[in-house]
């Protein structure tokens, strides 16, 4: 038996026997829709019936359902820790970190206190100016590096060809954007 999808997008072949009379819930493989399916086949025509007679039935009072109520999930409330995660005897016990607290205490100068640390920003202007006064020096020396060391005129040539593509791209990418 063939059955098809009311997506109308798979069919399937089914065994005859798979679905009785009275019919039975499937679901399509393919996108998940639930029909209930009938056998499919010639159905024979039986002796028609004239109109049905009207069956008239006490309708018997609707109880109200009793709902049972709700089980209440009790949690007990959080307990503080009794240890910090930083104390030293947390640290050794849970991770094997031993710290020793009885480090002697240095006497501080006021040089010491005011003293500031040189920073990435800075490190990084100090190497862009390094690297543009390198690259300037080679420029203007570039004719004297040559004739000296003829084999460097490739080199020399290939380093400002790079330093050009660079500067290329910066100016594009701060032209469109």
């Not at 109308?8 to 005859?16: I, N, R, V, W």
């Not at 503080?80 to 016990?93: D, G, V």
């Not at 710290?99 to 206190?113: R, S």
């Amino acid at each position: 038996m063939i059955i098809t999808c009311n997506c109308g997008e798979k069919k399937f072949t089914l065994p005859d026997n798979s679905i009785p009379a009275a019919g039975r819930m499937v679901q399509c493989g393919f996108c998940g829709l639930k029909w209930k399916q009938f056998p499919v086949g010639d159905v024979e025509k039986t002796q028609s019936i004239a109109r049905p007679k009207k069956v008239v039935s006490r309708t018997q009072p609707v109880q109200p359902k009793i709902q049972k109520p709700k089980k209440i999930k009790r949690t007990a409330p959080k307990q503080t820790r009794e240890i910090s995660l930083y104390s030293p005897e947390y640290l050794a016990k849970k991770h094997g970190i031993k710290i020793n607290d009885a480090q002697p205490e240095k006497k501080i100068n006021k040089q010491e206190k005011s003293k500031v640390s040189f920073g990435f920003y800075n490190s990084l202007l100090v190497f862009i100016f390094f690297v543009i006064t390198l690259s300037r020096i080679l420029y203007f020396s570039q004719e004297f590096i040559i004739t000296n060391i003829p084999a460097s005129e490739y080199y020399l040539n290939y380093f400002f060809e790079s330093i050009r593509n660079i500067f290329e791209i910066w100016k594009s990418l701060i032209i469109n954007y």
